[in-house]
């Protein structure tokens, strides 16, 4: 990640393993923090994860290249992983 975009996360999140931000942030601020990583993020790949009112009690958005992708298996949200060759694709 850029050191702008960490320096952008570490506003609202606290850093609690390089790379690894937490907090307990609302729908709007979010919203706002996804959009800074799908302006900034460029190469990297990135996970948000919050809690909210469905089976599992999360839910989650992907960016970037990653093997694992998140799938809807029957309203729940799943990962499922690509064969590593397909990875870099």
């Known amino acids: 990640m850029p050191p702008r975009l960490r320096g952008r996360l ?3 999140l606290l850093e609690v393993r390089a790379g690894v931000y937490v907090g307990d942030v609302g729908q709007r601020v979010r919203e706002m923090l996804w959009q800074q990583v799908e302006g900034m993020a460029e190469d990297g790949n990135v996970v948000m994860a919050w809690a909210t009112n469905t089976e599992s009690g999360f839910d989650f958005i992907t960016y970037g290249q ?5 799938v ?7 990962v499922t992983f690509l064969p590593e060759s397909e990875k870099n694709n």
């Open 72 to 78: 809807d298996f029957d309203g729940l949200r799943l």
């Open 66 to 70: 990653n093997r694992r992708q998140p």
């Open 10 to 12: 570490a506003v609202w």
